[in-house]
């Protein structure tokens, strides 16, 4: 039973959990539960999409000796979870790193005016 792909997901949610922290980008930004509940809404629409996937006989799960053989349901394993947490988290962290990055920066007028007394 290998558990690299797991390990390797898990790993990567932390360091996309690490980035985020570092740059209060999502989960971190000061609205936690708000961010929880996008991921968790995200994940349950993908998650239907396997499951409707697997219904119609479309997706069926691979055999790499690299997966921990275990399914939550026949045909969905157990990485595929935690997959499409990641997939959702690292979305929403991406999507606010280039709403961050992409925003224009206020003019020296509109700084001056902001700090000055009234």
Not at 22 to 39: D, E, I, K, S, T
Not at 82 to 109: E, G, I, K, N, S
Request: with cysteine; glycine share 10%; charged share 20%.
């Amino acid at each position: 039973m290998g558990l690299s792909y797991l390990v390797a997901v898990v790993v990567s949610m932390l360091c996309m959990g690490l980035v985020d922290r570092r740059w209060r980008l999502f989960l971190f930004a000061g609205r936690p539960g708000r961010a929880l509940a996008l991921v968790g809404a995200g994940a349950a629409l993908f998650l239907g999409w396997d499951l409707a996937a697997i219904q119609a006989g479309v997706y069926e799960r691979g055999g790499s000796p690299a997966m921990t053989g275990l399914e939550v349901l026949p045909e969905l394993p157990l990485e595929e979870i935690f997959f499409v947490v990641f997939f959702c988290y690292l979305t929403m962290v991406l999507h606010r790193l280039l709403l961050r990055v992409l925003a224009p920066a206020p003019r020296v007028a509109d700084r001056v005016r902001e700090e000055s007394p009234r």
